[in-house]
């Protein structure tokens, strides 16, 4: 195990006792916690992965939210901003982890603004339809689950209470997305229509949400070894198609994959080729919505100064208040 660990100070050949400590606390599933001694790459690979799972969070709400002023009935609408609102609060306890490792929300806030870090590459395509919103909730947020659920078990105490919670709100938001697209399937040919169109541009993106291949995942390994990642990209990929062909037959609606197909042997199914270079390039800011997304993050956020530079004139006359009663 000890090989896998990045030696917190390479040129040293024998592992530190406080290495020694961290290695045994992690095989005996103890929880890190933030006061506890960690090797600086730990700490750095959770700031990334926690950060970039909270902006997630954040430029999620966006394509949804186009949608909330003409969600079909009043119902749909507060189902709709109920849903919005949960992916706000994911990001706040995200942000939350994230900060215990020393970084600052502003910090955080910049990386994102500024392109330095990265969100799921899912929130980067348009919602063309309403049938979009059944399908981002059925589709991503089904993902977004398989991909979430063993995080609960993850090796970072923060981390792992902050998913917990956050599982249990995803499972509806799964549910409304799958119902969206039941009561579509089963509704007017056009409607049906309509839900199929959405599968057929959101199967693929939803597919490329759990990562590159394990061959080119350049931190799976290491993210392993530290109990961070639980499961590898393909496994949760692998486990997201069994899961889901299921539910888009019982929907009668077909999966755009023509070499889908269910291997006995395998006990899986076995499905065609992603494009990879289509990933690489929404990752990399050329998707069909990045430039939009980030947009509409950055004014967000400065329209809102005003509000936060007033909190903070109210809490520093506060603490001022408090330190001349003290005096
Ligand atoms: N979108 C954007 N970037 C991605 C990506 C994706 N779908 N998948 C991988 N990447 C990036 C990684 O961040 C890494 O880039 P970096 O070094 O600049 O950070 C690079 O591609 C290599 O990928 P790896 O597999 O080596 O990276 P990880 O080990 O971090 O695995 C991950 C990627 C599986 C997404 C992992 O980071 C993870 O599990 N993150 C936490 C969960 C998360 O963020 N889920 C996605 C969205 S949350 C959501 O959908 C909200 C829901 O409410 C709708």
Redesign the pocket.
Known sequence: MYAQMVKTDPRSAEITPEEEAFQARLDADVKIEPKDWMPEGYRKTLV??IS??AH??IV?QLPEANWISRAPTLERKAILIAKVQD?AG?GLYLYCAAETLGVSREQLLDQLHTGKA?????FNYPTLTWADVGAIGWL??G??IM??VP?QRCSYGPYSRAMIRICKE?SF?QRQGFDIMAKLAAGTAEQKAMAQDALNRWWWPSL?????PDAD????AQ?MAWKI?LNS?DELRQRFVDQTVPQARHLGLEIPDPDLRWNEERGHYDFGAIDWDEFYRV?AGQGPCNKERLDTRVKAHEDGAWYREGLQAHAAKKAERRRKAAA
């Open positions: 990334r992965q970039q799972h997630s969070e999620g992916e994911h990265k969100y799921s590459s899912i991503v947020d993902a977004a991909n979430q995080l995803e938001h490329m949400m759990f990562g590159p995942s350049v931190h799976s993210s990642k990209n990752i």
